[in-house]
């Protein structure tokens, strides 16, 4: 009987081993004197070999809790066996716990001392708790202990991966792979077609940037069905592309609500971006061109928008003081990424009539294993308007004014564990521009979001809360001279509740997110002029000369998708569309997206 057990549980099959033991636990319990001393230790053996199978299948799935109550018996019965440690240091490192796992290895090294199971976990999870040097030791030891197998590469390639350097990351899994295929009997493995497409995810959740657009690089998913050759497959997969030279293109429209020539704008932009990865996807180089094209309306058509443009009020349209209904010019962007540190210079598009120098600094250090801290500050154009984002010029005088840029710092904290994440921080800006009036910004938000719902590590639904608040000094979202054209409220407040399913089913991968909630917002009157003392007198005789104030509540929201395509094991392209109404405007834009990767396949 016991050997019908031990059978199968090497089939995995914990019901029929569960079964097996019970008969022989009766047996013996009918006939004690039958039962040999060799046998009871069989007995206890395979059922530690089926708790420590049991409790993996639960900590594969993140129910440690599950799992300990499986293990905590055995240790106490059999606290010699070095197995149930090894299991129970599995359960600590899915727990995020590389400390207390690594004492659970070092009392299995003690019992078995060249055990090559228990020399790895002690690698990794030294590795884990950034203890690197020992990490790098007990590596040393498995190598020596097992030379040629896979495990001492595998382990080999944690070690480069903690320590950031994918490309010998990769030279390690490389060689496990095929040190595995040769114990399978399968001799040289095969080449990128034998790589399923499942192997590719990109990475879904990156945000259009001004001057940078929108990428669709490499990101790594563990899926706890795959074997060891699987997973290995998967990560050789990952690492290539990750560590490929790499193009990203769109074709952006989006579209705000506004009025002919003030504020309505619809931008057309074909972002193109190269990047070169040194020795990871953390330590790139990245440079941008953009095409765009602005188009907004006439202010001029009618009397109504013309007397909130520029002088006009005052001034009159010259006769030479035509208004194009649209503006185009191509931004560049140079961006470089190391780990926690990136940076950013460039220009708002060349050929617009005002243009900027733009860029940023951000850090981001982890300060614990679940807490990083994220500090950035830079200059940002501000894209509300064609006057804020490109500047324009003023039919009464033909000088320009406009070209608006947000001079910012922010600080936060972030919390990041399995299932979920929390955040909280704020900032300050300084926001001017040419020939307009200077004004400052606070800011500050909180929120986070769980997991509710996954399928087998496939599919994710997630629900968050986001509490917001920003303030400016003065009301600029109007279109006169001295005016900047971007919203501004004197105080807007937001409570909204995030939903977000995401997906990936073989070449398909997608997200929807969809946001909705409740803000209030209130701006203060301005004068038509408040950069001219001269103007404001002159409008003041021909009135009106000043905004009023205006204040409102109600339901805010946005919602955003994508779907994203490979089509080859270079190739993904992807659609996106997002619809959003906060403060006075909505806005509707959507996405074409093509990313290729020179892998060397």
Known sequence: MLAYAGMYLRMRSSFDTTRCLDAFDTMAKAHPADITFEQTRARDQIAIGLAVMTADNFDRYGQTAQATQVLAPVLRAHPDSAEAHLAMGRVYQTRNMAARALEEDEIALRLKPTNIYALAAAARDAGGAHHLAQAKGYATRLAQEDPDGPMSWEVRSDIERIEGNSRAQLVDVEHARHTQCSLDGEGECGGHESFLPDYRWPYIDSEYLDLHGATLPASYHYIPEDDSPEAMDRQIVYLRDSISPQFDANTFVRSRTGIAGLGQLTEFAIPITAT??????????????????????????????????????????????????????????LNYVNHWFSADVGSSPLGFPITNVVGGLEFAPRLTRNLGLRISGGRRMVTDSELSYAGERDPGTGKLWGGVTRLFGHGALEWSAPGWNAYAGGGFAYLSGTNVIGNTETEAGAGGSATVWQFHDRQWLRVGLDLMYFGYKRNAYFFTWGQGGYF????????????????HDRRWTWFLRGEAGYQYYRSNGEPYFPTSNVLQAKGDENPPSYYGDESASGLAGNVRGRLVYQVDHRLRVGLEGGYSRAGSWSETSGMWMAHYTLDGQ
């Open 488 to 503: 501004s409220p004197r105080q807007y407040y937001g409570a909204m509740v995030p939903v977000e399913w995401s997906g």
């Open 276 to 333: 070169l990865p040194f020795e990871s996807w953390e330590h790139r180089l990245s440079f941008s061109v953009t095409p765009t094209l602005l188009f907004t309306g006439d202010p001029l058509d009618n009397a109504y928008s013309a007397h909130q443009f520029g002088t006009v009020a005052v001034n009159g349209a010259q006769p030479w003081g035509y208004h194009h209904y649209y503006t185009q010019g191509v931004g560049l962007s």
